[in-house]
């Protein structure tokens, strides 16, 4: 069994599996899991061990059909009104062109939006709501903004982008899942990303699956 598909077998059973994207790009290992399979036990993993930003990962076909823009392009739409975000756009992120950083909400049901229980209940009750097909009632149901930080993955997917947006939902795609994935990227003591080695010494401590973006990509 290749590790795409013992990566894809434990998306299925729920469990974490970690990705690192590539050495020329971020250097980095997210933390992965199937969005449908969210817990706060899977968030307190995340913020604990882990340590970066919880954010949840849309596929773009979702993403449209929920109306959810990437937040630089509202930043466009705002200029006039503010012109400082025209000096503000992410012009220079030095290891890719665009943000896949989206709006950022909390189901209407939590309180603060952002304990262990309230981003679980968020990020579930988005897939429910895509898993139904209720994409009419998004507004209903949650507000913006709020604690979930969404990620609009790109049309193509990695063919077209190689960050942990796209590859982890295209991950889920193949998994035959709902292609949304809740992410968060692994730091080290130094301040500084937790290296590639000290990843997989994570992985296999909790036997977990540590996956390189380049075997996901060369899969696809």
């Known amino acids: 069994m ?6 894809i077998k434990s998306l299925k059973s729920g469990k974490i599996v970690l990705v690192y994207d590539s050495d020329d790009r971020e250097g980095e290992t997210d933390m992965v899991i199937a969005s449908q399979f969210i817990t706060p036990e899977i968030i307190r993993i995340m913020r604990k061990d882990a340590g970066g930003l919880i954010c949840t990962a849309i596929h773009p076909d979702i993403a449209n059909k929920l109306g959810i823009p990437y937040l630089v392009d509202i930043y466009k739409e705002a200029i006039n009104k503010y012109p400082i975000l025209e000096s503000l756009y992410p012009y220079d992120i030095p290891y890719d062109e665009k943000s896949s950083f989206s709006i950022t909400i909390n189901h209407r049901k939590t309180f603060t939006g952002i304990t262990d229980k309230d981003r679980a209940l968020t990020i579930k009750k988005l897939t429910e709501l895509v898993r139904l097909g209720y994409y009419s009632n998004f507004g209903k149901e949650f507000r913006s903004p709020g604690h979930v930080i969404l990620l609009k993955a790109t049309e193509g997917l990695v063919k077209k982008r190689k960050g942990h947006t796209e590859m982890t939902v295209a991950l889920a795609e193949m998994a035959g ?6 992410i968060c990227e692994m730091l080290g003591d130094d301040g500084y990303a937790l290296s590639k080695n000290e990843a997989k010494k994570y992985a296999e401590k909790h036997n977990l699956i540590f ?3 380049e075997e996901l990509i060369n899969t696809t």
């Open 2 to 7: 290749s590790n795409v598909e013992k990566a």
């Open 177 to 182: 899942l709902i292609p949304i994935t809740t």
């Open 211 to 213: 996956l390189e973006g």
